[in-house]
């Protein structure tokens, strides 16, 4: 991981920043990872077999829809639809032989797919890029007339500061529901529906045990460090479960606003540019 991010930063200093106007916080240089971060990061932390917004999506989706699931990680999203064609996007191309090995098209960047898309999911991806709104514009730009896209993230307001959502690269950028929404509407695409996801209290366990990884990976000598390096991942997870409890705890006073307002979905459609009257 030191290596990886050796490559990534020319520096040691990752300063920080928010907008005023609208929360979005961002790190400053906004380098984002390569394949091989996320390679090395998703062997240690895997992907998550199943989100709210999957099934929430998935009732619009048709057999005739053509649908890109960009971060589509090993395709449990894809996996639940009967759309005929799905295509996934993944930075390394190992995760993206995977997904091909499933039935997927699969490509390492929006450029080396082909046609237009009647769906199109970001699920708690858009933090990880280094220009969000230039990305969204390129799928924007991809989407049929009347496609609708399915964007969530992370609030920044209720998780900030938690865990290793605030290391960059992994994110870039923490984002509140109006600076989303702001992103989405700045891509040329007009907003339908905002959902604050609603989430089980086991979640908080999920920030506790990362934020257990983050202080690892900042001080490798520490207990939480040299648990983190042992080899055997089942050992590692069990008693890095352990080292949790304490972090934990210290979520509970938190607890109702991390469960009812700490990760939000936006819906949006593509439709034809309004003339002035």
């Known amino acids: ?144 007339m009347g496609g609708r896209l399915a964007i969530s993230v992370p609030d920044g307001r209720a998780t900030g500061g938690l865990s290793d959502i605030s290391t960059p690269p992994h994110p870039l950028t923490r984002w509140t529901r109006e600076s989303l929404v702001c992103l989405v509407e700045r891509s040329g695409l007009e907003v339908v529906e905002v959902v604050w996801i609603p989430q089980r209290f086991s979640s908080l366990m999920w920030h506790a045990h990362a934020s257990t990884r983050a202080r690892a990976a900042r001080r490798p000598g520490s207990l939480a460090g040299r648990v983190d390096g042992l080899a055997k991942s089942r050992f590692r997870t069990a008693l890095l479960t352990i080292l949790a409890m304490g972090p934990l705890l210290g979520l509970l006073p938190r607890a109702r606003r991390l469960v009812s307002r700490s990760q939000v979905l936006v819906i949006a459609e593509k439709r034809p540019i309004r003339e002035a009257m």
Request: glycine content about 12%; charged content about 25%; overall charge negative.
């Open 1 to 144: 991981m030191r290596r990886v991010l050796g490559m990534l930063w020319s520096g040691s200093v990752c300063t920080l920043r928010s907008c005023e106007a609208c929360g979005l916080g961002y790190a400053d240089p906004r380098l984002a990872g390569d394949g091989a971060f996320y390679e090395l990061l998703h062997e240690r932390t895997g992907y998550p077999c199943s989100r709210w917004e999957f099934s929430f999506f998935a009732r619009s989706i048709e057999r005739q829809h053509a649908v890109l699931d960009v971060g589509a990680g090993e395709g449990a999203f894809l996996e639940s639809l009967g759309a005929e064609r799905r295509v996934g996007i993944e930075a390394s191309e190992s995760m993206c032989d995977r997904l091909r090995a499933k039935g997927f098209e699969a490509a390492t960047s929006l450029e080396l797919t082909e046609g237009l898309f009647d769906r199109v999911s970001l699920f708690h991806v858009i933090q990880y890029a280094g220009d969000p709104l230039g990305w969204m514009k390129q799928i924007s730009g991809r989407m049929k």
